[in-house]
């Protein structure tokens, strides 16, 4: 039997062992959730999002115009939710003591004249954030910032898989400030920690003019109104960015821990960049309808998982190696990567690393550390 032959076999042997694993989170038909899974997998080998090159580089046994025409028909009229994926990628994760802290942001881009906007709602694991659930927004929003109803569709996805006594915080920047939007919250029972911008009015002054004036100190353990809501105010100098301050208010938490929760937000900054430049271009994608770009980046978002998962597992084989300005040479996510796209393309070759794989994803989630 020929090289590739082989190299094809393996490959379907490893589209059914994650088969078995994630088909009763997604409870997609067999022939979609193998689909599903030669997307993810060509994904991490080839690092685009371009359909022609995942079609030119799947290790099957079909023409590729056969394999490309399937990928197209996936995105086309298949149906696979956000909140089944964010379900599927929650169950990776350990759940922290005090619950999960959240991440809410928005990204997009732009491909010819259309606007690419994509709210997200994330789960801090570590200093990054996981996708849990998403909107791709309408175009009448352009590049525009998201709407209150928007953020409160988003935000009942996330309640659909997380019950709000797990939540421990939602952390938000000043693009989520407004009166109808912390009112709703507060409805909702959820805490959060918001940035304020600069003129926002905080009792009778602003929030820079408090911030300047040290005032916030004596204010940190009072409640204040913001857009019509009590609430504790907190600040702290930065040096850096355009503004010198950030200043945050909370429902539930006060001086340095609100700061240190509004800390853990960038860690969605963090996923957008290993989800663009720095792993999987999803820039780069023609798709410009809503539905088929949530379908693509639900593909992106277990690619993602089982990256960072597996890098984790490799860091606590080999050990962390820094270098002299004290980060990390490589990130977990990155780690993860180059190691499953070489696995991944010679299946054959790395049998025994793949089975380490299949454990890692199959078994419990690790006992981890969490800081919230």
Same mark, same amino acid.
């Given at each position: 039997?020929?090289?590739?032959?082989?190299?094809?076999?393996?490959?379907?042997?490893t589209?059914?062992?994650?088969?078995?694993?994630?088909?009763?989170?997604?409870?997609?038909?067999?022939?979609?959730?193998?689909?599903?899974?030669?997307?993810?997998?060509?994904? =991490?080998?080839?690092?685009?999002?371009?359909?022609?090159?995942?079609?030119?580089?799947?290790?099957? $046994?079909?023409?590729?115009? $056969?394999?490309?025409?399937?990928?197209?028909?996936?995105?086309?009229?298949? =149906?696979?939710?956000?909140?089944?994926?964010?379900?599927?990628?929650?169950?990776?994760?350990p759940?922290?003591p005090?619950?999960?802290?959240? +991440?809410?942001?928005?990204?997009?881009?732009?491909?010819? /004249?259309s606007?690419?906007?994509?709210?997200?709602?994330?789960? =801090?694991h570590? &200093?990054?954030?996981?996708?849990?659930?998403?909107?791709?927004?309408?175009?009448?929003?352009?590049?525009?910032n998201?709407g209150?109803?928007?953020?409160? &569709?988003?935000?009942?996805?996330?309640?659909?898989?997380?019950?709000?006594?797990?939540?421990?915080a939602l952390?938000?920047?000043?693009?989520? =400030?407004?009166k109808?939007?912390?009112?709703r919250?507060?409805l909702?029972?959820?805490s959060y920690?918001?940035?304020l911008?600069?003129?926002?009015?905080?009792?009778? %002054?602003?929030a820079?003019?408090?911030?300047?004036?040290?005032?916030?100190?004596?204010?940190?353990?009072?409640?204040?109104e913001?857009?019509?809501? /009590?609430? *504790?105010?907190?600040?702290?100098r930065?040096?850096?960015?355009?503004?010198?301050?950030?200043?945050?208010?909370s429902?539930?938490?006060?001086?340095?821990?609100?700061?240190?929760?509004?800390q853990?937000?960038?860690?969605?900054?963090?996923?957008?960049?290993?989800?663009?430049?720095?792993?999987?271009?999803?820039?780069?994608? %023609?798709?410009?309808r809503?539905?088929?770009?949530?379908?693509?980046?639900?593909?992106?978002?277990?690619?993602?998982?089982?990256c960072?998962?597996?890098?984790?597992?490799?860091?606590?084989?080999?050990?962390?190696?820094? /270098?002299k %300005?004290? *980060?990390? +040479?490589?990130?977990?996510?990155?780690?993860?990567?180059?190691?499953?796209?070489?696995?991944?393309?010679?299946?054959?070759? %790395?049998?025994?690393?793949?089975?380490?794989?299949?454990?890692?994803?199959?078994?419990?989630?690790?006992?981890?550390?969490?800081?919230?």
């Amino acid at each position: 039997m020929r090289k590739q032959d082989y190299n094809t076999q393996a490959a379907r042997a490893t589209v059914e062992s994650l088969r078995e694993t994630i088909n009763p989170h997604l409870d997609l038909p067999k022939a979609r959730m193998t689909c599903f899974l030669m997307l993810v997998l060509a994904v =991490i080998r080839q690092r685009t999002v371009s359909l022609v090159w995942l079609a030119k580089n799947t290790t099957s $046994s079909a023409t590729v115009d $056969s394999i490309y025409r399937r990928f197209q028909r996936f995105f086309a009229t298949c =149906i696979l939710k956000p909140e089944a994926v964010g379900r599927l990628i929650l169950s990776f994760l350990p759940r922290p003591p005090k619950g999960w802290v959240l +991440a809410m942001d928005r990204t997009n881009w732009q491909f010819g /004249k259309s606007h690419i906007n994509i709210l997200v709602v994330s789960v =801090i694991h570590g &200093a990054v954030g996981y996708p849990i659930a998403w909107r791709v927004l309408p175009k009448t929003t352009g590049s525009g910032n998201s709407g209150k109803l928007h953020r409160i &569709a988003v935000m009942e996805s996330v309640l659909s898989i997380l019950p709000k006594t797990e939540i421990h915080a939602l952390t938000m920047d000043r693009e989520f =400030i407004g009166k109808g939007r912390l009112s709703r919250l507060n409805l909702m029972g959820a805490s959060y920690v918001v940035r304020l911008k600069k003129n926002a009015r905080v009792g009778e %002054h602003p929030a820079e003019h408090l911030a300047k004036h040290g005032r916030w100190r004596k204010l940190a353990s009072l409640r204040q109104e913001v857009f019509g809501q /009590k609430v *504790y105010f907190t600040a702290k100098r930065i040096n850096k960015g355009r503004d010198p301050w950030v200043m945050v208010i909370s429902n539930s938490f006060n001086g340095c821990e609100a700061l240190s929760l509004y800390q853990k937000r960038w860690g969605i900054e963090t996923l957008f960049g290993h989800l663009k430049k720095r792993g999987y271009q999803f820039e780069e994608t %023609h798709m410009t309808r809503g539905p088929r770009i949530s379908k693509l980046l639900g593909v992106l978002a277990v690619a993602f998982a089982f990256c960072h998962r597996w890098g984790r597992k490799l860091e606590e084989e080999k050990g962390i190696k820094l /270098k002299k %300005h004290g *980060y990390r +040479a490589k990130s977990l996510f990155r780690q993860g990567l180059e190691s499953l796209h070489c696995l991944f393309a010679q299946p054959i070759i %790395h049998a025994k690393r793949l089975a380490e794989f299949f454990e890692v994803i199959l078994r419990k989630p690790l006992a981890e550390n969490f800081v919230v």
